[in-house]
């Protein structure tokens, strides 16, 4: 049978505008107690059970608990998005990543009651470090990576909507991953770590051609014709089928948001879409996913890939310094 995993990085207003480099994060706006509770009810339409990756911040929040609760009590799997969402993770010391781990881990417990077993860094943000952190924590797997070779467009075009400085560009360098991403394998594969083997499910964007096909940027093609972005979906997941990939499709709070719901977010591409018609397109996306693949959370989807751990390709990290 034919598996699809689909993940939705939780990522908050405040998430965004510290990446973007705008004032007013430190106060964290949050909209997840509006955004939750619409993408809780569109994924129980469809009877889908999918992962959600929790910023601990946010979890150690009380006004954002009923929230996160909620997608724990629905039945879908949580995981770990770091605790304060800093693109630049990869610069963190051993030491403080362990620190930043532990302290989403514990958030995240408190607020859902489960303890992630899954991670996935902010803004694609990956190091050798952090991969032996996740192993030495225990995780089942990493979802880091993002083997994207539109990266570099999609961060110069963060940039030139930024008042960023210099200094904070050098920092978020690796945003959207790095060009070493961009080569790595779009299948599950495991890293060869000191302190053992670590699974990762990769983003998965077009075999071969490594052209994103998570839901924002579709939606992004939406805007402009949505039967280019339908039939786009059907092209990449056409191309997955023949060439053996079980794709795992990303998901944000955006892609059920519209222009009406965060003003302050109008620099995101497709954030300048009022909200029905960017939901009308999401359905449809979601139709055509459903037609061809079972889908399945990203621990299912890392259970099933580690039950063949000898056909799966090993790596040793090798980062960009
Ligand atoms: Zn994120």
Redesign the pocket.
């Known amino acids: 049978m034919r598996y699809a995993s689909l993940s939705l ?3 908050n207003q405040w ?1 965004y505008m510290k ?1 973007h480099g705008d004032a007013g994060w430190q106060s964290h706006p949050s909209y997840l107690d509006e955004v939750v509770p619409r993408i809780l009810e569109f994924l129980a339409a469809r009877r889908l059970t999918i992962s959600f ?1 929790i ?1 601990g911040q946010d979890a150690a929040f009380e006004k954002n608990r009923p929230a996160l609760r909620a997608i724990a009590a629905a039945g879908h799997e949580i995981g770990n ?2 605790f304060r ?1 800093e ?1 630049w993770l990869h610069l963190y010391t051993p030491a403080e990543l362990d620190q930043e781990l532990r302290q989403a881990e514990d958030a995240i417990e408190q607020a859902c009651g489960v303890r992630p077993r899954g991670f ?1 860094g ?2 694609f943000s990956l190091s050798e470090n952090t991969l032996e952190t996740l192993s030495r924590r225990g995780y089942d797997y990493d979802a880091t990576v993002f083997p994207n070779l539109l990266n570099p467009l999609a961060r110069a075009y963060l940039f030139s909507t930024s008042k960023l400085t210099a200094e904070e560009k050098e920092q978020r360098s690796a945003l959207f991953g790095t060009w070493k991403d961009a080569f790595r394998p779009v299948r599950p594969f495991q890293w060869r770590l000191r302190s053992g083997e670590l699974l990762e499910i990769p983003v998965t964007t077009l075999p071969g051609l490594k052209i994103p096909m998570h839901l924002s940027y579709l939606i992004y093609l939406g805007k402009f014709s949505r039967a280019a972005a339908r039939s786009y979906f059907r092209l990449a997941l056409g191309v997955c089928a023949a060439s053996g990939t079980q794709p795992s499709i990303l998901l ?1 709070p955006l892609d059920f948001m519209g222009r009406e719901d965060c003003p302050a977010l109008a620099f995101f591409p497709g954030m300048d879409m009022a909200r029905e018609r960017k939901l009308a397109i999401v359905a449809e996306l979601f139709d055509i996913l459903a037609a061809r693949f079972e889908t399945i959370t990203m621990g299912e989807h890392a259970r099933r890939a580690g039950a063949d751990r000898g056909r799966l390709r090993t790596l040793t990290p090798v980062f960009p310094s």
Request: aromatic letters at 6%.
């Open positions: 990085d939780l990522d998430a990446t990756f910023v998005h770091s969402h693109p996935r902010p803004g944000h």
